[in-house]
């Protein structure tokens, strides 16, 4: 059994705590019903006194007369004694009566119970726990045992009380073998303030702890089934909760595991629960991971790629000026190497920036901005050649609160790229409106008169250190010179900050009315 299944047993045990509570409240109660059945006796008591009363002897015709006009309509024995002590009348053996008991009994027969609880299978378990405490841990207790009753009413310390004017009560073991007692009350019965006799009632506890047996079985019962209750729960929980959680946790395992290369189909992710949930947050937890994995792998390998191209040129240029001849071609060697060093210094800053961005490790502040006049701010910081043309739009004057820092460097990258792909004369576009007339989303559209994009390769803009530069006519490719100020990570870092504002970017090519490429254009949407 795991630790979950446990703690749900644990838990679904405290069900059992009611019955064994109501186990501990029968001792308070059997106390009450032996209290209530005393004042009963004691009641009876006054009222024969009561009826008794009034004459200074009490002779036996009345005694009997009175105990027969009762016509047997009691659970109690009634006894009624003159002032010496002598018994008058007895409920249980009057002269015509067809019970033939002795004097000395204490106790009318209990009836028989056809089935006694005690014997039952579940009562003898249920007290076994009972009898071996009583057994092993409490101390011995020596047998106090009184007779039935003394062979002499008279005798009887309750009787005695009576006759000198007192309430009086005693109690004793009952016969018949049953684990019961019997209850003795006795009341003087006066003739102004003599006494002329005694009013005796009686009467055993065995219908009580009768009863008593017959609850504390049924809350055996109750308990046993408390027990199976919470074992079936246990078990339904472990099932349905805990065995699935192990699962989830060694397909994670799996999942994370290197040897793991495919994707792990994550069980449980159809259920409409918690377990359903976190089902299919693992999954989306797994595949980003691998996503992210993957990131840094192919990242890793294209810094490596990007970083052999200047470390190579900047070593063949320093070998070269060992054996150059004079400074003119030491002159070019160095500006070789100042130039690759310069692409390296630039391939370096686009690279922390990007993993600036990718990890989200510092929180920017923002600002109210509007979109347009920093689009302007940044161009004319650009000193671009080119003229920026801002569309006329319902959206064009809109502020947002935004990081001021990203939205000015999303603008620098896209309208440098703009620039250099532009012709010096030519003009760059900026639209700024509402896509779709929906003014929860801000749309940014840049549009050069650049050579556009390879139109096989339009999906591959935003790549990191992707870079499409087709050569113009009148230069060749060995005239260009590489200035280090693109490093193919001008798009990718625009990418990653838009998505930081969880927005989207697309790009494609502007067309004529013939179908040809006429510029480059990046569309950005950001949220509001």
């Known amino acids: 059994m795991n630790r979950i299944a446990l703690k749900i047993l644990t838990f679904n045990l405290l069900l059992v705590f009611l019955p064994l509570g109501s186990f501990m409240f029968l001792d308070i109660y059997e106390q009450q019903l032996l209290r209530a059945l005393e004042n009963s006796l004691v009641q009876q008591g006054r009222l024969i006194s009561a009826a008794l009363s009034g004459t200074p002897d009490i002779s036996a015709e009345a005694a009997i007369s009175f105990i027969r006009r009762m016509d047997r309509q009691h659970t109690a024995r009634y006894r009624i004694l003159d002032k010496s002590g002598e018994l ?102 006066f003739n102004g303030n003599t006494v002329t006799g005694a009013a005796v009632v009686s009467q055993s506890t065995f219908r009580i702890l009768r009863d008593l047996y017959e609850v504390r079985l049924r809350l055996f019962t109750i308990f046993l089934y408390s027990i199976a209750a919470a074992g079936l729960l246990t078990v339904i929980s472990a099932i349905t909760i805990s065995y699935p959680l192990n699962k989830l946790r060694e397909q994670a395992l799996v999942s994370l595991s290197p040897a793991s290369k495919n994707a792990i189909a994550y069980s449980y992710t159809k259920r409409s629960d918690e377990i359903g949930d976190l089902a299919r947050s693992l999954s989306r937890l797994s595949e980003e991971v691998r996503e992210h994995v993957h990131y840094i792998e192919s990242f890793a390998s294209d810094v490596s790629h990007e970083f ?124 700024i409106d509402y896509p779709e007339g929906r003014q929860k989303q801000l749309g940014i559209t840049i549009e050069d008169s650049g050579p556009g994009f390879d139109p096989g390769s339009i999906e591959k803009a935003f790549d990191r250190f992707y870079s499409y530069r087709p050569q113009p006519p009148a230069v060749s490719a060995s005239e260009t010179i590489l200035t280090g100020s693109h490093s193919g990570l001008g798009l990718a870092i625009v990418r990653s900050i838009v998505h930081y504002w969880q927005g989207s970017i697309q790009a494609r090519n502007a067309l004529n009315g013939n179908g040809d490429v006429t510029g480059a254009v990046i569309s950005v949407t950001i949220p509001l």
């Open 308 to 431: 052999k191209n200047p470390l190579a040129s900047i070593r063949a240029a320093v070998d070269m000026i060992k054996i150059a001849k004079n400074d003119r071609d030491k002159d070019h060697f160095l500006s070789i190497i100042t130039s690759e060093t310069e692409s390296l210094k630039s391939l370096l800053t686009g690279l922390r920036e990007l993993s600036r961005l990718d990890m989200k490790d510092e929180q920017l502040p923002r600002e109210e901005l509007s979109v347009k006049e920093t689009a302007q701010n940044v161009f004319r910081r650009l000193g671009c050649p080119q003229k920026l043309h801002i569309l006329e739009n319902q959206a064009q004057e809109t502020r947002i609160a935004i990081e001021g820092i990203l939205l000015e460097q999303v603008f620098a990258n896209l309208l440098s790229n703009s620039a250099d792909f532009s012709p010096p004369d030519s003009i760059i576009k900026l639209s």
């Open 88 to 189: 008058l009348a007895d409920s249980s053996i009057l002269p015509d009566s067809d019970i033939s008991r002795t004097a000395s009994s204490a106790e009318p027969p209990e009836p028989t119970n056809p089935r006694d609880t005690r014997e039952s299978f579940l009562y003898q378990v249920a007290s076994t726990p009972v009898r071996m405490f009583r057994r092993f841990f409490l101390p011995p207790v020596p047998s106090e045992e009184a007779p039935i009753y003394p062979e002499n009413l008279k005798e009887g310390p309750e009787v005695k009380a009576a006759l000198e004017g007192k309430y009086g009560s005693f109690t004793r073991i009952s016969s018949g073998g049953q684990i019961s007692v019997t209850l003795y009350t006795a009341l003087p019965v």
